[in-house]
């Protein structure tokens, strides 16, 4: 007989939400959760990146090519992150059916191009597929 038993803990139809820093979780994240309790949103699905924007560009250019724009590949959010925070057991992409990712815009940064944000933009523009960013 199988044993599917490792199938029980893993949580399916999940909301994950990345956000850019700690202010945005706690302060912001929080009130918007405690305002409207029926959001899909559980608070140990919002993670913190604990970088900009630029970062995580380069994040996803490290692990998917610098040519990942043109690639039009599947950009897996819930794997980056378990890896710049070494997560154990990693996040899994087939957990959640929506992700969502929250960062500024920092147009004051050394990394800033308008090419980098449009690619990022037209990429991440789907909650249910590799996600959507604001």
């Known amino acids: 007989m199988n044993n599917y038993d490792f199938l029980k803990n893993e949580q399916k139809n999940q909301t994950l939400v990345l956000v850019e820093g700690k202010h945005e979780k706690k ?40 040519d990942w724009y043109e690639s039009d590949i599947e950009i897996d959010i819930p794997l980056l992150i378990s890896r710049r925070h070494s997560i154990e057991p990693q996040l899994k992409k087939n957990n959640f059916i929506n992700i969502i990712l929250i960062f500024d815009y920092e147009h004051h940064d050394i990394g800033f191009k308008d090419e980098k944000i449009e690619r990022m933009q037209n990429h991440f523009n789907s909650m249910s597929d590799d996600g959507i960013l604001f």
């Open 27 to 66: 302060i912001l994240l929080n009130i918007l959760l405690a305002c409207f309790p029926e959001l899909p949103i559980l608070s140990n699905n919002i993670h913190v990146y604990e970088a900009d924007i630029y970062d995580l560009y380069h994040d996803i250019e490290v692990e998917y090519e610098e």
